[in-house]
Nanobody, 120 residues
C-alpha cells in the first residue's frame, strides 16, 4: 500500500507563498511518479505538477510560480508555491503512481487533500 499525508496548506494573501509537503508511507510498492493536483469548488480536479526521476511537468497556469521537488530517500514530494493568486484557491491533493513489487500492475494513490486559500 501507499499512504499519502499532505501538510502545509493554509490562508495566504495574494502574492504570498506556501510550501506543501506530502510524505508517502510505502509497503510492497515502488513509486514511479509523484505529483500534485487541485480541485476548486464546482470544478474538476486538475493537474498542477508531477515529477518522475527528476523530470518535471507543470500546468501552464502555474509555470514560473510553482516548483515541485522530491526527496526519493524520504518518499516526500514538495510543492513550493510563489506569487499565489486567488484563482489558486483549491484543495490540493498529493498523488503517487506506484507499481506493485514483482508485478507490472500500476496503481494511483491519493492523499486526503489540504486546503489552500488565497485572499485578494
Amino acid at each position: 500500500q501507499v499512504h499519502l499525508v499532505e501538510s502545509g496548506g493554509g490562508l495566504v494573501q495574494a502574492g504570498g507563498s506556501l510550501r506543501l509537503s506530502c510524505v508517502a508511507s510505502v509497503s510492497i510498492f515502488s513509486i514511479n511518479t509523484m505529483g500534485w493536483y487541485r480541485q476548486a469548488p464546482g470544478k474538476l480536479r486538475e493537474l498542477v505538477a508531477t515529477i518522475t526521476s527528476g523530470s518535471t511537468n507543470y500546468a501552464d497556469s502555474v509555470k514560473g510560480r510553482f516548483t515541485i521537488s522530491r526527496d526519493s530517500a524520504e518518499n516526500t514530494v514538495y510543492l513550493q508555491m510563489n506569487s499565489l493568486k486567488p484563482e489558486d484557491t483549491a484543495v490540493y491533493y498529493c498523488n503517487a503512481n506506484a507499481r506493485a513489487n514483482f508485478t507490472t500492475n500500476v496503481f494511483n494513490f491519493w492523499g486526503q487533500g489540504t486546503q489552500v486559500t488565497v485572499s485578494s
